[in-house]
Each structure stands twice: as structure tokens, then as C-alpha cells.
């Protein structure tokens, strides 16, 4: 008989599956099925789930904590490209899929919970389940529409609103991140992303006098 | 009774719906289904599929021409920043998921043909048949893929670099584009690609000749 001990022994627990797959109603055996499947990792703050040059097999589901996916250049020029927080999922997609050293490294911002599904159990629970396929899909759609969006606003906008954006899109992460994660990503230097700061401040300060 | 007839009335032959899903084997009752919700398009060079601002409610699958996906900034400057050949989906996913406007062009760089699927369509398909479901996915996860490394190899390498992969990654397609297309596509200027060009051309003849 299937139990919540029984799951909680493999790893993972019922409720953190359902936090997972949020919108679905998932029956018992597709709950046991993927406790099997998925396997708990915990990196404690500054550690690396991935680096460049690793094999990648696994997508990983972040469940709580933060990462950064970060690339460093031939120059050896850090550049950070992607924050992931609560119920992202991240890897290095490339590399799993056409099974090549990763170009990514992905780095633990604080202490971080997340769940690894390798990349065969994920066809074989999608080719079992269609609601996990379903699922999974329109995640993937979203990704890629948010990645054909940011492409597009880094093209048109100025500095201060792609800062303005950001902090609307990862708004408690300013404390998580360190100022040149921030600026790498934003594809600016530290200094600019100061000034931008102190601008909006002294606009914050004359708003609130005036 | 399906025939091949029937299915050309509706726009799309049975031979045609198999191109689009070239890996899979599909019954009639697929097919017939399949044909029904596509619709062709055919645009003349220098037509446009899609204009910034439009409601976006189709995916399309490029059968045979070549489009690009371009992006005009607030300063009125023009961003290539994708090129579609055969055997490609595009859209503006961000507007059709969400039901924005559109922020993206696609123009035709010559003849082409296109098959449009209505959002609603495709989920309807994709719940109604697994196989296709799986089809889409994999191209999503393809895609995703190829996005994440087109950003990290953007980062990393030189604009001769950067051109060497494109002409890889579109054997054909010089022909096609016009030299700003392919240089604003690379982020550097028409004089930056010429320049590139003649290097790579005196080196190609220094060979021959050695």
C-alpha cells in the first residue's frame, strides 16, 4: 500500500509532487509514480548544481531558494542570463537534449531546495501521462514566449526600464542577488546600474515631498 | 469517405500534413482531422504575415520559403532577430499566449507558404492525440534549446564567429536576405559583415593558391 511515509522515504513527499504540478488532480499512482522518479538535491548558498563542461541528463524543478544560470566567455567575462526562483524549472537544455558538455553553470544565491527529473524518466512520465504532458508543454510554451519577449525588450528598451522590469518580474530578489548579477543581466556595467538607482531614489524622494 | 481529393479542397493535402509531422505516422482519421484545422497561406515576397500591434491567434508552419521575425524599437531602428526556412513553426508567442498585441514582424523574404493552426486548435489537437502532443513538445523543448544557446554563443563569441555559425545554421539562405538583415541579425553593422566577408574571402583564396 502506497503512503505518505512510504513516498517521504524516496525523497520527496505528496504535497511537494502537487506543488510541482500545481493545476493538475494527480491519482495516487501517478503520485507514486513520480515520487520514484524525482530525487531531492539541496545546495547550500555560493554551491553549483551545474557547470560548464558537466553532462546534463536532468531538468531541475527549483522548489525554494534561488539560482542564477550564468556563462563565462572566452575572455573569461562572467554573464548572467537567468534567475530562476520558486517553481521554475531550469537546465542546460542544449546540452541535455543533443547530449554535449554544458555551457552553463548554474549557482545556489541562497540555501536551495531542488527536485531532478532525468530527462528519460520526463518522456517516459509524459508518454504515460497525458495531463503531465499537457503540463508540461504549456510550460515549455511560456518559457519560450517570456525568452521571445525578453529578446525583444532588450532591443528596445533603455536601461532604467529593463531595470524597471526586472524588478517587477523578480521582485523580492534584490536581496538574494548581488549588484553585477543584476547588472550582467541586465547587460550594463555595476556603476550604471548604481546611477539608475540613485535616479529613481531621488525621484522616489521628490514624489514623496512634493 | 476520406480522400485525398476532399482534404486539397480544405487547402492542405494528406502529403502536406505529413511534412509538418514528418516523424509521425498518422491515421486517416488524424489526418482528416488535421487537414479541417489548418489553413494556407500564401504570401508574396515582401508580404508581411505578421505586423507589430496585431492580435496573434495562429502558430504557423513554414512549408516551403523563408521569412524573418523583426522588431522595430522606439527609436524606429529595425531588429532581425529571426530567420524561419522550411520545417519551422513561428509566431509571436508572447501575444498569442497571452493576448497581447503583437511586438513582432514577419515578413516574407521570398514566395512562401504557410500553414496556420488557431492556438485553440492545437490544444484541442493536442489533447485529442498524444502522438502530436509529443511532436509539438519535442519542437518546443528543440526550440528552447537552440534559444538558450544562440544567447550564450551571442555572449561568447566574435562577430566572425558568429557569422561562420549563422552560414552553418542557414546553408541557403544568403541568397535570400539582404546584407542588413543578416548583419542586424548578428548585432553589428552592414560595414562590420562586409568587412568580415572579405577577410574570410581573401583567407579562402590564400588556401587555393597555397
Redesign the interface.
Known sequence: MLSLIFVSIMGITQREIQQVFSTLDLSEEVFAYLASKFERIELKKGEHLLRAGNRVEHNYYLFDGCVRAY?I??AGKE?T?QFALSDWWTS???A???KEPA??NIEALKDTVLFALHMDDLEET??KF?DV??F??RK??????????R??EN???TAKERYLNFIQAYPDIEREVKNYHIASYLGITSESLSRIRRELSRKDKARAIS
Chains 1, 2 share one sequence.
Request: net charge positive; with cysteine.
Open positions: 556563462f566567455d572566452d554573464h542570463f542546460d537544455y542544449n541535455m537534449l543533443k555551457m552553463m509524459c508518454d497525458p504532458q499537457r508540461h508543454r515549455l510554451q511560456g518559457a519560450f514566449a517570456a525568452f521571445q519577449r529578446i525583444m532591443l528596445s528598451k
